[in-house]
């Protein structure tokens, strides 16, 4: 550790020296280090310094330590870790498989800065006292979610959420076990055809992977537009544009809300709207996109498809501009087509649990559901109910009957 320790730091001093961007030139730093070990050694044939034990041990951990994040990167680096977090310095949790586990891993309050400060570098984002809640995506694709005090008694609270699964395309969730053939070939169609579609679900039930998915339904030609509080969507698409928001400086300007970027997606002829995941007012301007007939998807956190639906009823509400629910739930009876909803088989993994259409009416104030894929016997199977917007399929020369295994 001796030796590992003095490696160390000689690399840190020629990084400053150098003026390099540990973050940003990773195959520099990479070089660097490679030529520090061979330095090193020689050194070390001469009893000037220790020796070290494992030359690729010591790379991996000197390269973790400096342009990776430390004693953390292992856990990015484990295709089986989910998910990452840090209640204080002598508390670091990680998911396997939805378990959570306390690691032996023991930091200090000063690494637990320095790590969140580091990540924070490349997105461009802050946290201080003004604004001590921060989400940024890292370099890999991660989700990182972070408080300070005095929001938190004591210690900074670190999450780290990994996108483990990657799934491009529907037929994907299907070998993972997700949802069955039918259902992928239905909503694949769905996609094909225009439909507006709301993925639902608790948290880390998978809504933004089978966003991900759907979207490689999406035909070749049509330009698609995403807007994501952070980035988390990785299409495979040819003609993508990609947004997130922004937040304020330290002068309290400049930020760039949810709600602006569907507004501003609509001046660049979307043929398809992205909606990372809709929370608040914003869920008016989708409204206002649906309705304008620009094919959307989006996600909600819900408890169930008719739950997604109540709050999508309730959600545009907030941007007050006069919006009352005369206007809301008739919008979204017309506007919204699927609600596909996720959740968890009786063994914890995750699955499509219902699938359900919106015909376009209400009934007393409330939207009516029809049921075409329902959770029976711990699996999705077919229901009775049909998709709006029928002809459409017609139009693209898909048999919906045969597709759904129509009953009598």
Same mark, same amino acid.
């Given at each position: ?19 390099? =961007?540990?973050?940003? !030139?990773?195959?520099?730093?990479? &070089? $660097?280090?490679? /030529? #520090?070990? @061979?330095?090193?050694? +020689? ?124 799934? =491009?395309?529907?037929? !994907?969730?299907?070998?993972?076990? &997700? $949802?069955?053939? /039918? #259902?992928? @070939?239905?909503?694949? +169609?769905?996609?094909?055809?225009g439909l507006n579609v709301l993925v639902s679900g608790a948290t880390q039930a998978g809504k933004t992977t089978m966003l991900n998915a759907l979207s490689g339904a999406v035909p070749v030609r049509e330009r698609i537009i995403s ?182």
């Open positions: 550790m001796e030796g590992l320790g003095i490696l160390e730091r000689e690399v840190r001093e020629l990084i400053r020296r150098r003026g390099i =961007d540990p973050v940003r !030139d990773r195959p520099g730093i990479t &070089s $660097l280090v490679q /030529d #520090a070990i @061979a330095d090193y050694d +020689a050194r070390s044939v001469l009893g000037v310094v220790p020796p070290l034990v494992d030359g690729a041990a010591a790379h991996k951990a000197v390269l973790d330590a400096v342009a990776g994040f430390g004693p953390l990167q292992r856990y990015l680096d484990d295709p089986e870790v989910e998910e990452i977090w840090i209640n204080n310095p002598q508390q670091v949790f990680v998911a396997r498989r939805g378990e959570p586990e306390l690691t032996t891993t023991i930091l200090t309050a000063v690494e637990v800065r320095e790590l969140v400060e580091r990540m924070l570098k490349v997105s461009g984002r802050r946290l201080d006292l003004s604004s001590p809640f921060v989400d940024a995506t890292l370099p890999g694709g991660e989700r990182l979610h972070a408080v300070i005090p005095d929001i938190t008694r004591k210690d900074w609270v670190v999450n780290i959420r990994k996108y483990v699964v990657r799934a =491009d395309h529907l037929e !994907d969730l299907v070998v993972l076990g &997700s $949802l069955p053939p /039918d #259902a992928a @070939a239905f909503l694949a +169609a769905a996609v094909r055809a807007c994501e509080e952070v980035f988390e969507l990785r299409l495979a698409a040819r003609d993508w544009v990609a947004m997130q928001c922004r937040q304020p400086n330290l002068e309290g300007t400049g930020e760039i809300p949810l709600r602006r970027l569907v507004k501003e997606a609509l001046r660049m002829r979307p043929d398809r709207l992205l909606v990372g995941e809709v929370r608040e007012a914003e869920a008016l301007d989708l409204l206002i996109a649906l309705n304008a007939g620009v094919p959307a998807m989006c996600t909600i956190h819900a408890n169930s498809a008719r739950e997604a639906v109540t709050k999508l009823c309730t959600l545009p509400l907030l941007a007050g501009e006069n919006v009352s629910d005369r206007f809301v739930v008739p919008t979204v009876a017309s506007c919204v087509d699927l609600v596909v909803h996720l959740g968890h088989d009786s063994r914890g993994r995750r699955r499509v649990r219902e699938i359900v259409g919106i015909p376009g009416r209400t009934e007393q104030g409330v939207v009516e559901t029809a049921e075409i894929f329902a959770w029976r016997d711990d699996r999705l199977v077919r229901g009775d109910g049909f998709p709006p917007h029928t002809e459409r399929f017609a139009r693209l020369g898909i048999d919906l009957a045969a597709l759904l295994r129509a009953r009598g």
